[in-house]
């Protein structure tokens, strides 16, 4: 089950939000977590069990860790937990590239091929997990002493399977006293529409032409083949960013505020600037938990430059478990270190539009390594890319209007506009009708179309 269903459009959403405006402040988050654990066990019903160690683990560790005595001890349980945390995460993510790996080499041929289904949301969840447990280490949060709270933290459904990533930080104050008021809850509704019509909308229609051009790039031309390296950019775009607004709305509906998750990264100038702006959450995670411990820029350029590269590389292989992935977090690596060296100065010095330029072609070609599982199709489909050749016009002309909607959704040019007309007497029912209307639209297209993937559930 996923936001964009019908069953949990039509049954799900409409029952958890009629119970939990029901009930008094005392069991709203006993019935989350249930509402929680029945979302994740519709669509994983054995690998319930896996998160529900994980929340007994860490719960455990936060408490043991908060009352140890001497740093040594507190500093021997944090390892212990991010032992179980990422081994859990290694064995269920990792084993089968491990095992691939190995049978390369001759020693090691005679392995057995091993493949483990990759349970819905262990990165995200795993992920918050660890950041609440380092942070009851170093004293910034107190350990949860309520189970059930702790409990419905790790395993929140709006964000579970998507993202963001919400730290304990962030919201224990609100699962200690949640409080849905009707303004707030209207505020969610029209997140949650929005991100509907980005994701059944757009990136569903953008990522049917990338499945046609991606399926035999050597037959559809070079003008064609960078159209559908921009329509999967603006899918995967519109893909992740809808499930992180459907995700803040439903927040909203139920009491919680999450964080923005991404802030119009097309309009970067550069690609550090980029990844300001692209999976804010998960950005930051490695930038307080990874890049600031080895050090961070406190220990002279070089270094930096190091931890710079460590961290993308590791950011390569949370979003997949491929040496592809490895290869596309070191290209933003040394991409984003020559930023730091030289570049970043130099594209300042430039026009703006050189910055726009450069980061939208870095970007464009990330994108078609992370689209293909390995080097060899994405080296081929960009050799194709810069090869001249014609394209055949009944391929392209069909999805140019909703290529364009995609790059002028993907603008702040309708957020501009909103600003300016907000305040008008009319704006709410305007606000209405076109929540609605949106609403509606989706609710057609999932009726009469059975595409709709969702490109971030294999992290």
């Known amino acids: 089950m996923v936001f964009s269903s019908l069953p949990f459009l039509l049954f799900f959403l409409p029952v958890v939000l009629?119970?939990?405006r029901l009930l008094p402040a005392k069991a709203k988050n006993v019935f989350l977590l249930i509402?929680?654990?029945?979302?994740?066990?519709y669509g994983e019903p054995v690998y319930v069990l896996l998160m529900l160690g994980s929340i007994v683990v860490n719960f455990a560790a936060g408490i043991l860790i908060e009352k140890a005595h001497g740093k040594g001890e507190k500093k021997a349980l944090l390892i212990v937990t991010l032992v179980l945390n990422l081994g859990a995460l290694g064995v269920f993510k990792y084993t089968s590239l491990i095992f691939d790996t190995l049978r390369h080499i001759p020693l090691f041929a005679s392995l057995p091929g091993v493949e483990i289904a990759l349970p819905i949301g262990i990165s995200f969840y795993t992920f918050q997990a660890m950041s609440y447990i380092i942070d009851v280490y170093r004293g910034s949060v107190a350990a949860s002493g309520n189970f059930v709270n702790f409990a419905a933290y790790i395993s929140l459904f709006p964000q579970l399977i998507a993202g963001p990533i919400v730290r304990y930080s962030d919201v224990y104050a609100e699962l200690e006293n949640r409080r849905e008021t009707l303004s707030d809850f209207a505020?969610?509704?029209?997140?949650f529409v929005i991100g509907l019509a980005k994701?059944?909308?757009l990136a569903?229609?953008?990522g049917r032409f990338w499945d046609i051009v991606s399926s035999d790039p050597a037959s559809v031309g070079a003008p064609t083949l960078w159209l559908g390296a921009c329509a999967y950019a603006l899918q995967i775009y519109f893909d992740f960013c809808g499930y992180s607004e459907m995700a803040q709305g439903l927040g909203k509906m139920l009491g919680f505020n999450f964080c923005v998750n991404f802030n119009y990264p097309y309009i970067s100038k550069s690609v550090?600037?980029?990844w300001r702006r692209w999976h804010i959450s998960l950005s930051s995670w490695f930038r307080d938990y990874v890049y600031i411990p080895l050090g961070g820029n406190r220990r002279g350029i070089k270094r930096q430059c190091v931890n710079l590269l460590i961290v993308w590389a590791l950011t390569g292989l949370w979003h997949g478990a491929s040496w592809n992935f490895l290869l596309w977090g070191v290209y933003y690596g040394i991409l984003i270190v020559l930023e730091k060296l030289f570049l970043g100065k130099?594209?300042?010095k430039l026009p703006a539009a050189i910055g726009h330029i450069y980061t939208l072609l870095a970007v464009l070609l990330g994108f078609v390594f992370f689209a293909n599982e390995n080097a060899s199709d994405a080296l081929f489909y960009i050799s194709k890319m810069f090869t001249p050749s014609q394209s055949a016009a009944n391929t392209v002309l069909p999805w140019v209007l909703t290529i364009l909607l995609g790059v002028l959704c993907a603008l702040p040019l309708g957020k501009r506009l909103w600003e300016r007309i907000k305040d008008m007497r009319f704006m709410p029912y305007l606000e209405a009708a076109l929540v609605l209307i949106l609403l509606l639209l989706s609710a057609a297209q999932l009726v009469s179309d059975s595409?709709?993937?969702f490109l971030y559930f294999r992290f």
């Not at 509402?35 to 066990?41: D, G």
């Open 18 to 20: 009629l119970i939990d």
């Open 35 to 41: 509402a929680n654990l029945f979302f994740y066990a």
């Open 187 to 191: 505020i969610g509704v029209r997140w």
């Open 199 to 201: 994701k059944v909308l």
């Open 204 to 206: 569903n229609q953008l």
């Open 272 to 274: 550090s600037e980029f």
């Open 346 to 348: 130099l594209l300042q």
């Open 451 to 453: 595409y709709n993937p």
